[in-house]
T-cell receptor, first 107, second 117 residues
Framework: GIQVEQSPPDLILQEGANSTLRCNFSDSVNNLQWFHQNPWGQLINLFY???GTKQNGRLSATTVATERYSLLYISSSQTTDSGVYFCAVGDTDKLIFGTGTRLQVFP | DAMVIQNPRYQVTQFGKPVTLSCSQTLNHNVMYWYQQKSSQAPKLLFH???????NEADTPDNFQSRRPNTSFCFLDIRSPGLGDAAMYLC??????FGSGIQETQYFGPGTRLLVL
């Protein structure tokens, strides 16, 4: 099955800093989503982005499907950005989640 | 607001005592999913329904069952919970499943954290 790896596994930032999270996947996919899991466990969908670039406020994402990777950019980070960021890719009839990046943003 | 609702948010059960977790949605989505997430791990799909069609993952233990009586509700039944079943259980929905040719965003509920004593 498809393997999904994320890097870095952990990231510590000071408020206001920018960051880039990476997701590599081992095979072609037709569905890729980025999620944020807050400290209370709620998973929030950030982007549905099987290819191309999207932006939503301080967040943007780019997927280069031919090279099998996706990037999530967080600019001017805030403490509320803390949590775990998951990349998930669509393989036939299910989403396969990556290993996650745990982000901590300090004031 | 349209949403995915899970009850209860926390559930404590005894070893071997059957437990049922519930999920409801107001999105009128065709597909409902159940995931298990253990501490510091990624969510793992247990099964999903496309309308009334049930799709079980090959490695989902027989101890886990699901029911979808109508479009809005889906239940997860754990027949004989073991200590290893303690986890967060997440329900999600999407408008169309992958087999439908509609690749859609998944929307998650807040989860039910299960503790087995």
């Amino acid at each position: 099955g498809i393997q999904v790896e994320q890097s870095p596994p952990d990231l510590i930032l000071q408020e206001g800093a920018n960051s880039t999270l990476r997701c590599n996947f081992s095979d072609s996919v037709n569905n890729l989503q980025w999620f944020h899991q807050n400290p209370w466990g709620q998973l929030i969908n950030l982007f549905y982005i099987p290819s191309g670039t999207k932006q939503n406020g301080r967040l943007s994402a780019t997927t280069v499907a031919t090279e099998r990777y996706s990037l999530l950019y967080i600019s001017s980070s805030q403490t509320t950005d803390s949590g775990v960021y998951f990349c998930a890719v669509g393989d036939t009839d299910k989403l396969i989640f990556g290993t996650g990046t745990r982000l901590q943003v300090f004031p | 607001d349209a949403m995915v609702i899970q009850n209860p948010r926390y559930q404590v059960t005894q070893f071997g005592k059957p437990v049922t977790l519930s999920c409801s949605q107001t999105l009128n989505h065709n597909v409902m999913y159940w995931y298990q997430q253990k501490s510091s791990q990624a969510p793992k799909l247990l099964f999903h329904y496309y309308d009334k069609d049930f799709n079980n993952e090959a490695d989902t233990p027989d101890n886990f069952q699901s029911r979808r009586p109508n479009t809005s509700f889906c239940f997860l039944d754990i027949r004989s919970p073991g200590l290893g079943d303690a986890a967060m259980y997440l329900c999600a929905t999407s408008r169309g499943g992958f087999g439908s040719g509609i690749q859609e965003t998944q929307y998650f509920g807040p989860g039910t954290r299960l503790l087995v004593l």
